[in-house]
């Protein structure tokens, strides 16, 4: 099995950023694709940013040109660079691996 725990959270005010790290330990052989979700309160936790096995990226709309996500194949470790923070971003953010390990989540509080 794979264990995911994320850091980084926090509170900050609209316009700062944060980085949001997700670590990765336990039966990796591969390096596999990693991704971060959100999930704000009532509503369907949703993809934000995903990078490949080889680094390709990809974004969801919302986030573009604010976020970056990359990864540090020697630590097992994928990264979210939060920039230009939003209230809308507030959330539970949550980190996924190929094919199906999730982290506990790390609140993200965004502040007018």
């Known amino acids: 099995q794979v264990q995911l725990v994320e850091s980084g959270g926090g509170l900050v005010q609209a316009g700062g950023s944060l980085r949001l790290s997700c670590a990765a330990s336990g039966s990796i052989f591969s390096i596999n694709a990693m991704g971060w979700y959100r999930q704000a309160p009532g509503k369907q936790r949703e993809l934000v940013a995903l990078?490949?096995?080889?680094?390709?990226?990809n974004y969801a709309d919302s986030v573009k040109g604010r976020f970056t996500i990359s990864r540090d194949n020697a630590k097992n470790t994928a990264y979210l660079q939060m920039n230009s923070l939003k209230p809308e971003d507030t959330a539970v953010y949550y980190c996924?691996?190929?094919?199906?390990?999730w982290g506990q989540g790390t609140q993200v509080t965004v502040s007018s």
């Open positions: 990078i490949s096995n080889t680094g390709m990226t």
């Open positions: 996924w691996r190929f094919p199906g390990s």
